[in-house]
């Protein structure tokens, strides 16, 4: 290999190594403001006994009945403490937990009236934001890019996982 063409792959990896760094930095402040974003909106209907990360726990609940496990496995807790969260949800009356008729080991968790008013809010505030995109220099598309290239991102680090996973695993 010429020095030219060493010189372009090294120049095109240290591109790419920017590139990837300045979205993982972006993803995480995103993250975080989004974060802000609930807790102002929390704030401004002076609810102050669910946290933002509860409320968006609550959120993708939904109308729906499941256990702790199913919530977790979904992704729904934001990197905090599901039992945790559910339990202050619980305290607080945004929740219902029941033990499971068919398997008394398993709690099914459900939204109490409170929660479904509380859900109300977060879905309307959603909806602002929609209505809010249309009016801005945003648009449909920009999103769809954006959540395009975060799925991507998305399935290369799952697949960097699954690849470790593999290389660790004894050979037969």
Request: glycine share 4%; net charge positive.
């Amino acid at each position: 290999m010429s020095d030219t063409s060493q010189f372009k792959v090294t120049s095109n990896l240290l591109a790419i190594r920017q590139d990837y760094l300045e979205a993982i930095r972006l993803i995480e402040r995103l993250h975080r403001q989004f974060l802000e974003v609930v807790k102002t909106e929390l704030d401004n209907h002076g609810i102050a006994d669910i946290n933002n990360i509860q409320a968006l726990i609550l959120f993708n609940i939904g109308d729906s009945e499941l256990t702790v496990g199913e919530l977790t496995n979904r992704g729904y807790y934001l990197g905090s403490n599901v039992s945790y969260n559910v339990r202050k949800m619980v305290e607080n009356n945004y929740l219902i937990q029941e033990r499971s008729t068919h398997d008394k080991r398993s709690v099914r968790i459900r939204p109490s009236s409170k929660g479904r008013d509380l859900y109300q809010q977060i879905s309307g505030m959603f909806d602002k934001h929609a209505k809010d995109i249309t009016e801005s220099s945003l648009n449909s598309n920009d999103i769809k890019i954006a959540s395009q290239s975060y799925r991507q991102l998305e399935q290369f680090w799952a697949g960097l996982l699954n690849y470790n996973l593999i290389r660790t695993l004894p050979r037969t």
